[in-house]
Nanobody
Framework: GVHLVESGGGLVQPGGSLRLSCAAS????????MTWVRQAPGKGLERVST????????YYTGSVVGRFTISRDNAKNTLYLQMNSLKAQDTAVYYC????????RGQGTQVTVSS
């Protein structure tokens, strides 16, 4: 079955950067659009970014445009999220998912933005 493992989260100061990774297995990764979703404390899942199977098309939610970059390496079955200029409101658990709603996702990685 689908197996997704996120990594790269941590504690960072406002304005800092992190790079999240998602190792995928159990399905044809190179043929699957992939999504990052996040869940802030006390809130529901929020779609952050989506990338097409070949990486040629991307989507970003408005609050991260210009700060986050999604990418993928199909040879390594790995999805990435480069996060720059982080803000306190980016604090959340970040998940990679095979669908835009985040229903099929990994265990998540915690990102905390705080001084």
């Amino acid at each position: 079955g689908v197996h997704l493992v996120e990594s790269g989260g941590g504690l960072v100061q406002p304005g800092g950067s992190l790079r999240l990774s998602c190792a995928a297995s159990g399905f044809p990764f190179s043929r699957q659009a992939m999504t990052w979703v996040r869940q802030a404390p006390g809130k529901g899942l929020e779609r952050v970014s989506t990338i097409s199977s070949d990486g040629g098309s991307t989507y970003y939610t408005g609050s991260v445009v210009g700060r986050f970059t999604i990418s993928r390496d199909n040879a390594k079955n790995t999805l990435y999220l480069q996060m720059n200029s982080l803000k306190a409101q980016d604090t959340a658990v970040y998940y990679c998912a095979t669908d835009s709603a985040g229903e099929t996702r990994g265990q998540g990685t915690q990102v905390t933005v705080s001084s």
